[in-house]
């Protein structure tokens, strides 16, 4: 059986996967995933405390790199990807397999170097946002690539600019990542404008128009006082095609990609490729960066 530990108990996502492989009544549980989550450390003693008790988790440790040599992976759930770094680094040089939950980072840097040292120790890893592996999303990532090319796409979800999980990028992340899915890494330039504030902490809808050398084009319509969901449109050389996304299914699904991952049971190259992962963390600054300064910011500068 596969030992997992828990870095981060702050968020929900804790509990999403745990239930997942430690409590049979769940009705998403994964029979067949031949894993448990056995161990957990988190910033908040109380939180941390429910998280285990609630989904089974047997030890509970006081400091991060405690489960170095308890558990046969880890993944990282804390919401503020500032910390991501830092959490998986001692995991990542000791070849413990490592699953970082979305956002890898919130600065570009991070991002490359949580990449590098992962490549360098030759440790099994991946990251990403769950959203891209749900039914529908795939669905629509599948007829998207039936339109000839997609030359301008518009994705549409929640976020906040002044979150203080680390700005934008923690939930912005879920828009961008489908973006980057389905037209591709390689955006030259990102410009992002935020209306008025809606919300009691400043906060406005946001809109950020990212462009390819090509003349590929997206539009990321980031919201505030919206309904919750998702949404995308695709735009291509002979069709286009557009649907709100039923993403329920998204921590089933999504675990159910990693898990192998965790093994180290994958061959060839990764489901997310790496240069996903650092581009997404690229726009979602470059669209911080764009509204702060009120410019296009290029991405060969982040």
């Known amino acids: 059986m596969l030992t997992i530990g828990l870095l981060g108990s702050d968020n929900s996502h804790a509990e999403r996967f745990s239930e997942l492989v430690n409590c049979p009544e ?19 003693a109380e939180r941390t405390a429910q ?30 990807g ?3 770094l830092n959490l998986v ?19 570009p840097a991070d991002a490359r170097e949580i990449v590098a040292l992962a490549e360098t120790h030759k440790t099994p890893f991946t990251s990403y946002s769950t ?5 529908d999303t795939q669905a629509f990532w599948q007829t998207a690539q039936s339109l000839g090319g997609v030359r301008v796409g518009v994705y549409s979800g929640p976020a906040t600019r002044r979150s203080v999980y680390g700005g934008v990028i923690f ?10 899915m389905v037209q591709g890494t390689g955006i030259e330039w990102v410009q992002a404008v935020e209306g008025a504030a809606v919300d009691a902490a400043g906060n406005g809808n946001m809109t950020a128009i990212c462009g390819w050398p090509d003349g590929g084009m997206a539009t990321l319509e980031l919201t505030v006082d919206t309904q919750y969901s998702f949404q995308a449109v695709a735009l291509g050389r002979e069709g286009s095609h557009h649907t709100r996304l039923n993403i329920s299914d998204c921590y089933r699904e999504g675990m159910k990609r990693f898990l192998p991952v965790l093994r180290g049971e994958t061959r060839g190259l990764p489901e997310v490729p790496t240069a996903q992962m650092i581009e997404a963390i690229c726009v979602g600054k470059a669209i911080d960066l764009s509204m702060d300064r009120g410019e296009r910011i290029d991405l060969k500068d982040l």
């Open 131 to 135: 959203v891209r592996f749900s039914a």
């Open 171 to 180: 939930y912005a992340i879920h828009s961008i990542e489908l973006m980057l």
């Open 26 to 44: 769940h009705p998403n549980y994964l029979a067949d995933a031949d894993a448990r989550v056995v161990a957990i450390w988190g910033q908040e």
């Open 89 to 107: 680094r001692p995991y990542l040089e000791a070849g413990v397999p490592v699953f970082v939950d979305k956002p890898l980072a919130t600065e």
């Open 82 to 84: 500032g910390l991501h």
């Open 51 to 80: 998280v285990a008790e609630k989904n089974k988790i047997a030890t509970i440790v006081k400091e991060p790199t405690d489960m170095i040599g308890q558990v046969d992976a880890v993944i990282c759930v804390t919401r503020h």
